[in-house]
T-cell receptor, first 115, second 110 residues
Framework: EAGVTQSPTHLIKTRGQQATLRCSPISGHTSVYWYQQALGLGLQFLLWYDEGEERNRGNFPPRFSGRQFPNYSSELNVNALELEDSALYLC??????????????FGNGTRLTVT | EDQVTQSPEALRLQEGESSSLNCSYTVSGLRGLFWYRQDPGKGPEFLFTLYSAGEEKEKERLKATLTKKESFLHITAPKPEDSATYLCAVSGAGSYQLTFGKGTKLSVIP
């Protein structure tokens, strides 16, 4: 069974540009989560999508947005990039919504560097 | 607001030297506590879910335990391949995402 796949693995952008990160969940998983892992800060929750809808978002500005496609893959967009957006962006999928306590299964992330 | 604190931040062990990692949490209505392992340049890998105080789970040299305020990850006779960052996360009744601690970076020296 293929795991969660993310692309690209590395992305270098200039301040003010836009970045698009992509994620394919494990087959059969309908929930997709995005987390930011910046140096020294741990994993910070960004967004949760389920069945094509945004269900919850973390404490991040609106320039962080995304969507989930009918095949459950997902895209994270970061507009007006700032230097502090440099981080590892992790996508995770789960079989069920949070009340069922399904563990999250993570991809290997996209390393975004903003110069 | 759910909170997770892990200690120590870093731990160096000699191969075979057993120890424990701590995860203290505050959460409104614990639904589950999760342990993950993260290798450099990789995403976190799921290890265990614990649901209620007194519960224990084991996998190879790792054993996770849970009380009402904290969880421990016990590592017995570790090997160099156990070197990684271990992350603890909680799911609370009032939230829709996992809240993670900052992790404990474990180094096992041959």
């Amino acid at each position: 069974e293929a795991g969660v796949t993310q692309s690209p693995t590395h992305l270098i952008k200039t301040r003010g540009q836009q970045a698009t990160l992509r994620c394919s969940p494990i087959s059969g998983h309908t929930s997709v989560y995005w987390y930011q892992q910046a140096l020294g800060l741990g994993l910070q929750f960004l967004l949760w999508y389920d069945e094509g809808e945004e269900r919850n978002r973390g404490n991040f500005p609106p320039r962080f947005s995304g969507r989930q496609f009918p095949n459950y893959s997902s895209e994270l967009n970061v507009n007006a990039l700032e230097l502090e957006d440099s981080a590892l962006y992790l996508c995770a999928s789960s079989l069920h919504t949070p009340e069922y306590n399904s563990p999250l299964h993570f991809g290997n992330g996209t390393r975004l560097t903003v110069t | 607001e759910d909170q997770v604190t892990q200690s120590p931040e870093a731990l160096r062990l000699q191969e075979g030297e057993s120890s424990s990692l701590n995860c203290s949490y505050t959460v409104s209505g614990l639904r589950g506590l999760f342990w993950y392992r993260q290798d450099p340049g990789k995403g976190p890998e799921f290890l265990f879910t614990l649901y209620s105080a007194g519960e224990e789970k084991e996998k190879e040299r790792l054993k996770a335990t849970l009380t009402k305020k904290e969880s421990f990850l016990h590592i017995t006779a570790p090997k160099p391949e156990d070197s990684a960052t271990y992350l603890c996360a909680v799911s609370g009744a009032g939230s829709y995402q996992l809240t993670f601690g900052k992790g404990t970076k474990l180094s096992v020296i041959p």
